[in-house]
Structures are given as C-alpha cells and as structure tokens.
Nanobody, 127 residues
C-alpha cells in the first residue's frame, strides 16, 4: 500500500509560479512511476506530467502534456519519497485540483489506471 499526500497548492496570479509536492509512504518509492494529474470543474481528470520509476537499464523517462511543456517540470527525490511539480508561467486555464498518483507501470500512469492516488491540492490562477 502506498499513501500519497499533496501539498503546495494555492492562489497565484497569471505568470506566477508554484511548486507542488507529493509525499509518499513506503520503502520502495523509487520503483514506482509517478504522475501529476489535474481536474478542473466540469472537466475530466487529465494527465499533466509523469516520471518513470528507477530502472537499471533505461533510466528515468518523463512525459508532459502539450499544454504544459516548457512551463512545468516534474522531478523526484527518492531519498525523501517525494515527487515535485514545478509550475512556472501559470495561466488561468491551469486552475484545477492537482492530484499525484503512483503505480509500478508507467503505462498505467499515463492511461489514468494508477493504483494509488492522493486527495489533491487546489491551484487557482487569476488573470
């Protein structure tokens, strides 16, 4: 079982920055692929960014949805069991509840079938 807790959400003006954190329980954090998702009112949950787990063969890979490329960065600190989402140049359309998710499979992360989900943190961007 993996427990996830997001933090770092808040209100910011357009053009501003926020860094979200997701703390995970468990001793095998490094092997899990991690993802950030968001859900705006009246919309489906969408993937924002994802990062694969540790691999001795391929190294970490990342994925970003087109709308955040060049503005958002996903990273992880396996020693702290934490994954981050640095969000720069925020836009009003980034307003949503942001969730982190964990799964052993990067494919399941990217297809929204992750085994473990946090409860979310609200990000509000005003124009």
């Amino acid at each position: 079982q993996v427990y996830l807790e997001e933090s770092g959400g808040g209100s910011v003006q357009a053009g501003g920055s926020l860094r979200l954190s997701c703390a995970a329980s468990g001793r095998t954090f490094s092997i899990y692929a991690m993802g950030w998702f968001r859900q705006a009112p009246g919309k489906e949950r969408e993937i924002v960014a994802a990062m694969s787990g540790a691999s001795t063969y391929y190294g970490a890979s990342t994925y970003y949805t087109d709308s955040v490329k060049g503005r958002f960065t996903i990273s992880r600190d396996n020693a702290k069991n934490t994954v981050y989402l640095q969000m720069n140049n925020l836009k009003p359309e980034d307003t949503a509840v942001y969730y982190c998710a964990a799964d052993r499979s990067m494919v399941d992360i990217r297809t929204r079938r992750a085994d473990y989900w946090g409860k979310g943190t609200l990000v509000t961007v005003s124009s």
